[in-house]
């Protein structure tokens, strides 16, 4: 890993997204917009974010609990975690598995055990975000084909790592090959840890703490609308809800870094799309109002934790990574 080459790399190419954006939505009518917003809301959006994060660093330790990974102090633990916002921004949320990769140098936690991990955490995050999009998808009857993709894909995956018998064959087939013999018992690591992971239990606790979690970043959302302006109902909680969750998806799927200019797009296209607004500059505005809560904000406190790791003398990992 090169972090402090590629990390500056993304957070430019955010930038310039952010810019590009709010040019083709007309620079000075979007800036009007945003100073228009009621910034009195801005501590209950934030506090609402950090929600989520909390939430899903409480389902990275449940998760580490199952690995049987080692003790670790909640100090440090939690700046592994948060180190893995700041990843969020690479191409298809690469980097994130730095968390692996300091679970290995500083607590000595096989990769092959860890890195199910990841996938678990993308794999229930989407499971949660198409939940809390199912009561938009019956209002607006749009998004289907993404809910379909989405639910035959986790399907897919969860029934191959159950179905034990024909993947122990092919591991054990994998055994004997040469060269790639050697590492097979990564793989064995791999997917013993993946069955463990996505076993019902498991799979359900994790979905419900990703429900809530993310719910937080969707009530967010309707903040961001009610503090430009539009009138707080329960439609326009419904309508956040289904917006920021099917965008979510969008840029998920579309393994862009951090979903930029995809899931954006996504925002302010059906910000449009169901009349929340019919002006153009408005929806753009709260489309970068969001990303400006959300994503940038959890490259943000990334990047703080790295710091922390690295100050704190627990990052002489990173400093190697960082190249």
Known sequence: MRLRRTVPLWLALGVAVMIGF????DLPRVVEAMQRFDARLAPAILGLTLLNYLLRFVKW?????????????????????????????????????L?????????GVPFG????????????DGLAMLLLALGG?????????LAMIVAIGSATLVIGV??????????????????????????????????????????????????????????AFSFVLVGLGIAPTADLLLTATFI?????????????????????????GLLMILTVTDDAALAVAATLLIRLATLWFGVLVGLIAISVLVRSGRGSELSAAGG
Do not use: Q
């Open 162 to 219: 159950r179905a034990r018998g024909p993947v122990e064959y092919l591991l054990g087939r994998l055994g004997g090959l040469p060269f790639v013999g050697r590492v097979a018992h990564h793989a064995h690591d791999f997917y013993r840890t993946s069955r463990r992971l996505l076993e019902v239990r498991p799979l359900f606790i994790a979905v419900g703490l990703g429900v809530v979690s993310w719910a937080g970043e969707c009530v």
């Open 137 to 145: 998808l019956y209002v607006y009857g749009l998004g289907l084909e």
């Open 244 to 268: 920021l969750a099917v965008a979510t998806l969008v840029g998920s799927l579309s393994m862009v870094p951090g979903g930029l200019a995809v899931a954006d797009g996504s925002i302010a």
């Open 99 to 107: 968390k692996s990769y300091l679970l290995l140098r500083r607590h």
């Open 113 to 124: 055990v860890s890195a199910p991990v990841i996938l678990a955490e993308r794999l229930t």
């Open 22 to 25: 709010g040019v083709a939505g």
């Open 61 to 97: 330790g449940y998760y580490l609990r199952l690995i049987g990974a080692p003790s670790i102090p909640p100090f440090e633990n939690g700046a592994i975690f948060f180190s893995g916002l700041a990843m969020t921004i690479t191409p298809a949320k690469l980097g994130e598995w």
